[in-house]
């Protein structure tokens, strides 16, 4: 597989840009990372308006671009079958891509209430209205998850698209102090001691630029 390079920003405040990220290292891709500044235009665009429709993150992968996550995952499905990044059995498979497509097309509120910020913990946090329905219905989605196919992960014993989908969700409910059943506090355990997550939360850690919009106290 030829070299690829990744185009991502913020690694503490970017969730797009940690899908695509996390999707490339299950795919076994090898890539480069291209950081871009956050106060370029697309990607204040994605860090703060929270849009999963502009160009970052954008994999150059060859004569190939993408830059939709839901299509880098797709990309990456076909050119690394072996890599599992789609559960094997027809029926699983179908129900992955649905809960996928699910958290990159709506929770807006979510995503506007509870923004990505793997720097911060509060002890509680207030939810607002408009969000709790989000938060109400990815708790369902795991639960019927897990419960169908068994964990520790969504569709099973390895992760798939659907865990890079949400592992970023897994980071805002602990950042938000977001109180979870203790099989979905498990589940998000799984997440944040899973390797590619945590090289990632390195990263995070010691980035030294900061974004005050995102620093705002809700």
Sequence with gaps: MSKATLAISSKNYSA?????????RMAGL?????????????????LLLVSPSVRVP???????????TLAIAEYLAEI??????????????????????????????????LPMNLK??????????????DVER??????????KYGGPYLFGARPTVADAMYAPVCTRFRTYA???????????ETIFHWPLMQEWTQGALIEPDEIVELEVEF
């Design 16 to 24: 797009w840009s940690l899908r695509g990220w996390l999707l490339c």
């Design 30 to 46: 090898d890539f480069d990372e291209e950081a871009v500044a956050t106060d370029d235009e697309e990607a204040r665009q994605e």
């Design 58 to 68: 954008r994999l150059t992968h060859g004569n190939v671009t993408v830059w939709d």
């Design 80 to 113: 690394a079958p072996g890599a599992g990044l789609l559960p094997a059995d027809q029926v699983a498979r179908a129900h992955c891509r649905a809960v996928s497509g699910e958290i990159h097309s709506g929770f807006y509120n979510l995503r506007s209430a």
């Design 120 to 133: 911060a913990r509060h002890e509680s946090f207030k939810i607002f209205s408009g969000a709790r329905p």
């Design 138 to 147: 990815i708790k369902t989605i795991w639960t019927e998850c897990l419960e």
């Design 178 to 188: 977001v109180p979870l059943e203790p099989a979905l506090q498990a589940y998000c």
